[in-house]
C-alpha cells in the first residue's frame, strides 16, 4: 500500500496556574492542561494519527498512564516514538491536519508559531502540518480542550527504506552503548563483549 491515513482523538481538562502546552510549545494562558504529562491535547492527537497510520497500536499502549515515568513528561517524547515507528513501517509523513476544540485562548494568534515548531518535532515541512480550531458551541464543555487529527503518510522508496531502517538501527545501537556507559559507571560492570561465533580454536 503506497498511502495509509491514520486519526487521532485526545482530551484534558483545564487546571489554574500550570503552563498551558500545545504542540510542543508554551501558549500564553492563565490556565493549562491536567494530565499524568504534560497534558499537550495536540501532541497526544498526532501522536495516535501517526501510529494508528501505521497500525502500531496507540500512545497507552506505549506510554501507559499510571507510569511514574511518563509524570509531567515533555509529550514530544510521545510524538517522537510515533515518528520512529512510522519511519520503521517504510512509511513518511506527507500531511498531518488537526482541529482543536476549546472556548480559550484563541488559536489563530498562534497557530503559525504552533504549526513551526510541530514542523520542527516532525522534521517536515511547514506546509505539510495544519493547526486549526473551534468553540465547543452548545458540548457544554467549557472547561475541556479537545483535539482530532488525521495524519496521511506515504510509502518511502526502496532506497530510502534501507536508509530510514539503518538511523533506526543505529539509534537502537547509540542507546545500548549509553546503558552500557551507565552500567559500568554505576556498577562497575564491564562492558558487554561480543563472542565470536565460532570456536577460535577449532577455525582449521
Ligand atoms: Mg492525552
Not at 480559550?104 to 494568534?109: E, N
Not at 532506497?159 to 538511523?167: D, G, T, V
Amino acid at each position: 500500500m503506497d498511502t495509509r491515513i491514520g486519526f487521532g482523538w485526545d482530551s484534558h481538562a483545564f487546571k489554574p496556574g500550570i503552563p498551558l502546552r500545545l504542540g510542543g510549545m508554551t501558549v500564553d494562558h492563565p490556565e493549562g492542561l491536567a494530565g499524568h504529562s504534560d497534558g499537550d491535547v495536540l501532541l497526544h492527537a498526532i501522536t495516535d494519527a501517526l501510529l494508528g497510520a501505521v497500525a502500531a497500536g496507540d500512545i497507552g499502549s506505549f506510554f501507559p498512564p499510571g507510569d511514574p515515568r511518563w509524570k509531567d513528561a515533555d509529550s514530544s517524547i510521545f510524538l517522537n516514538l510515533a515518528l520512529t515507528e512510522v519511519e520503521s513501517a517504510g512509511y513518511r509523513i506527507a500531511n498531518i491536519d488537526t482541529t482543536l476544540i476549546l472556548t480559550t485562548p484563541k488559536i489563530a494568534p498562534v497557530a503559525g508559531q504552533i504549526r513551526a515548531r510541530l514542523a520542527e518535532l516532525l522534521s517536515i515541512e511547514i506546509d505539510q502540518i495544519s493547526v486549526k480550531a473551534k468553540t465547543p458551541e452548545g458540548m457544554g464543555l467549557e472547561n475541556v480542550a479537545q483535539c482530532h487529527a488525521v495524519a496521511l503518510v506515504q510509502r518511502l522508496p526502496e532506497s530510502e527504506e534501507l536508509k530510514s531502517l539503518s538511523a533506526v538501527i543505529e539509534s537502537h545501537h547509540q542507546a545500548e552503548d549509553v546503558v552500557d556507559d551507565l552500567l559500568s559507571s554505576v556498577h562497575g560492570t564491564p562492558k558487554r563483549r561480543t563472542a565470536p561465533v565460532y570456536d577460535t580454536e577449532d577455525i582449521t
